[in-house]
């Protein structure tokens, strides 16, 4: 029924979100065995290497796997504006400077 896992259109906002993150320059680590954690901000730099290659790596894919770079298919773009807690609007952050993505 609805509400239960995640639809095209969220999966795809989804996965835009995970390789964002994984492109920023800045990201929060947390450590710490307590519920809470100690949540510390760094440059993305400041990882060992192994790491800044998964994440480089991890958004190739991600923008490969799930045509990250150009406008998504029919079915994932009528996912989309079906979608109630998507902003679909013009100058909206999943449509904003993707003119062809908009229409």
């Known amino acids: 029924g609805y509400g239960e896992g995640l639809d095209l259109g969220l999966a795809h ?39 800044r290659t998964f994440r480089k790596v991890f958004s190739k894919q991600l923008t490969k796997r799930f045509v990250l770079d150009s406008t998504p298919d029919e079915h994932t773009l009528l996912a989309l504006k079906c979608h109630p807690a998507i902003n679909t609007e013009i100058d909206g952050p999943q449509l904003c400077g993707k003119q062809a993505k908009a229409e």
């Open 13 to 51: 906002v989804t996965v835009e979100a995970m390789c964002n993150e994984a492109k920023a320059d800045r990201l929060e680590i947390v450590s710490g065995t307590d519920k809470e954690g100690t949540w510390e901000e760094i440059n993305a730099s400041a990882l060992p290497e192994a790491f």
